[in-house]
Nanobody, 120 residues
């Protein structure tokens, strides 16, 4: 299973970015897909997650600014990030909790990370 991310970059405060993450390989069922981030000197934290029943959860710090969505047919998750702040600067990692085959148990898979820098 591979998770391939795209969409990071440099943006000014107040700007927007859209992250994408596509899962490929042996996939039987995806239970949830989401985004975590890790800033220098800090622990990795959950940003947003979209679960298979259509629900989603967000970190308090991004509520109202970030929107997560999934395209189940494409095994892809997106995150629209608006009103970006310097404190959003971090490496953003895609996460998928999925079952690889009918005899497997669910486990977490991670993307390689994409840098988001918010600076003037």
């Amino acid at each position: 299973v591979q998770l391939v991310e795209s969409g990071g970059g440099l943006v000014q405060p107040g700007g927007s970015l859209r992250l994408s993450c596509a899962a490929s390989g042996s996939i039987f069922r995806i239970n949830a897909m989401g985004w975590y981030r890790q800033a220098p000197g800090k622990q990795r934290e959950l940003v947003a997650v979209a679960v298979s029943n259509g629900g989603s959860n967000y970190a308090d710090s991004v509520k109202g600014r970030f929107t997560i969505s999934r395209d189940n047919a494409k095994n892809t998750v997106y995150m629209q990030m608006n009103s970006l702040k310097p404190e959003d600067t971090a490496v953003y990692y895609c996460n998928a909790r999925l079952v690889a085959s009918i005899i497997s148990q669910a486990r977490d898979y991670w993307g390689q990370g994409t840098q988001v820098t918010v600076s003037s």
